[in-house]
């Protein structure tokens, strides 16, 4: 069975950092893109990034570019958000997503429970 679970998320100052993480498990990780998205209460999810199944190509939404991070470790079928310099309006539930396919121009197809992050001013 398919699984992406999330952890890292947490409260932190403005300014400060956090690193999220998503275990997958239940298929060959190493094959699919992967990304991030964030919910914040009363909007709609916004894809925060995005990684091809090699790691080498990234996509970024603009409120974000140079203070956040997407990377995998395929050896551990483990995602990652590096957060840095975070704004109050970073604060979210952060979910981790699987693409159907490798390339970074995939449709994502599943997703994680999430993990809340909270900024504060």
């Known amino acids: 069975q398919m699984q992406l679970r999330e952890s890292g998320g947490g409260s932190v100052q403005a300014g400060g950092s956090l690193r999220l993480s998503c275990a997958a498990s239940?298929?060959?990780?190493?094959?699919?893109?992967m990304g991030w998205f964030r919910q914040a209460p009363g909007k709609e999810r916004e894809e925060v990034a995005r990684i091809d199944a090699s790691g080498v190509s990234t996509y970024y939404v603009d409120s974000v570019k140079g203070r956040f991070t997407i990377d995998r470790d395929n050896a551990k079928n483990t995602l990652y958000l590096q957060m840095n310099s975070l704004k109050p309006e970073d604060t979210a539930m952060y979910y981790c997503?699987?693409?159907?396919?490798?390339?970074?121009?995939?449709?994502?197809?599943?997703w994680g429970q999430g993990t809340q992050v909270i900024v504060s001013s």
């Open positions: 239940g298929y060959s990780y190493s094959m699919y893109c």
């Open positions: 997503a699987r693409g159907h396919a490798g390339s970074r121009w995939c449709n994502f197809v599943h």
